[in-house]
């Protein structure tokens, strides 16, 4: 069950953290066998529980854009228990559910080891998804998207200039209740009419860490510098995310390791969260967490 908030689990009655390793972190360690033998020492490095490393679903995809780096990956990671992190809607769907306390919610959907069965070995299961064509039209529909997502949400980045040069923490605290609110209202319209009309109570966004962990990645990416040059892959970062409150460490690259660094500063939702980045890797393994 998730802390607050924080995901450790227990598998055979012992604890385990979660690390999500985002695109460029699988991406580094299917590349640097180096890297990925520090990050394998790292997670097991006593006394705390040892890591689980865990993935989206959003972050194959982009995998799967370059085949011998995808290939390296399913070598790499069927040899370690891991898991697949649940989707921005999935977690959304979660949080709605658990109104107003989202501190138990568990954002692992499958659990991959070689030692139970072919059902959860990740090689064959990946295979088998390749396979399957509900798979590849999502796949499909998120490729054409990425780019659509992007532009989307940097034409509405001129609705919310800063008043003066640069934006104040109110204003980054009340571009993230609008947005926050907003996203609540567009994908979960039934839940958000009957807070806001019917039972006549403000939305608490606080209860949503989902929602608030991509709205502090748009913001970061988007409106904090508004010279950095967009992205494709800026679309699956800000969706991938979503389930950074609901682990307990993250691998990423540096800009978006800035970004949530920030956020940590700003607010007490991911004050549990360790953040690493691709560097912390590549001459030494980071010291002991």
């Known amino acids: 069950a998730a802390g607050t908030f924080g995901a450790m689990i227990k598998i055979n009655d012992n604890d385990y953290r979660l690390v999500l390793l985002d695109t460029n972190a699988l991406s580094e360690f299917a590349k640097h066998d180096e890297s990925f033998r520090r990050f394998v020492t790292w997670s097991i490095t006593?006394?705390?529980?040892?890591?689980?490393?865990?993935?989206?679903?959003f972050s194959l995809l982009e995998l799967r854009r370059y085949p011998d780096v995808y290939g390296r990956f399913s070598q790499l990671f069927r040899e370690l228990p891991c898991m697949l992190v649940k989707s921005h809607e999935?977690?959304?769907?979660?949080?709605?559910?658990?109104?107003?306390?989202?501190?138990?919610?568990?954002?692992?959907?499958?659990?991959?080891?070689?030692q139970g069965g072919k059902g959860t070995d990740l090689d064959r299961v990946l295979e088998m998804a390749s396979a399957d064509e509900t798979v590849l039209r999502q796949e499909k529909y998120w490729n054409d998207?990425?780019?659509?997502?992007?532009?989307?949400?940097?034409?509405?980045?001129p609705n919310f200039p800063p008043d003066r040069d640069t934006y104040t923490r109110v204003e980054v605290q009340r571009f993230l209740e609008i947005t926050v609110?907003?996203?609540?209202?567009?994908?979960h319209h039934d839940f958000a009419e009957q807070m806001v009309t019917r039972?006549?109570?403000?939305?608490?966004i606080s209860a949503f860490p989902s929602v608030k962990a991509t709205a502090y990645a748009v913001w970061h990416k988007f409106y904090a510098d508004l010279n950095r040059k967009r992205a494709r892959s800026d679309a699956f970062d800000i969706i991938i995310v979503?389930?950074?409150?609901?682990?307990?460490?993250?691998?990423?690259?540096?800009?978006?390791a800035q970004g949530l660094r920030q956020a940590k500063r700003m607010d007490n939702f991911i004050e549990h969260l360790t953040i690493q980045t691709l560097p912390d890797f590549r001459h030494s393994a980071p010291p002991i967490h």
């Open 145 to 157: 998207a990425a780019h659509d997502i992007v532009e989307g949400i940097a034409s509405l980045v």
């Open 90 to 114: 999935e977690l959304l769907d979660d949080e709605v559910r658990c109104y107003p306390d989202p501190s138990d919610i568990n954002p692992t959907s499958v659990g991959f080891s070689t």
């Open 46 to 57: 006593p006394p705390q529980p040892m890591f689980v490393p865990c993935f989206s679903a």
């Open 181 to 187: 609110f907003s996203q609540i209202a567009m994908r």
């Open 199 to 204: 039972a006549n109570q403000p939305v608490n």
């Open 242 to 256: 979503s389930a950074v409150p609901y682990v307990d460490a993250i691998i990423t690259e540096r800009h978006l």
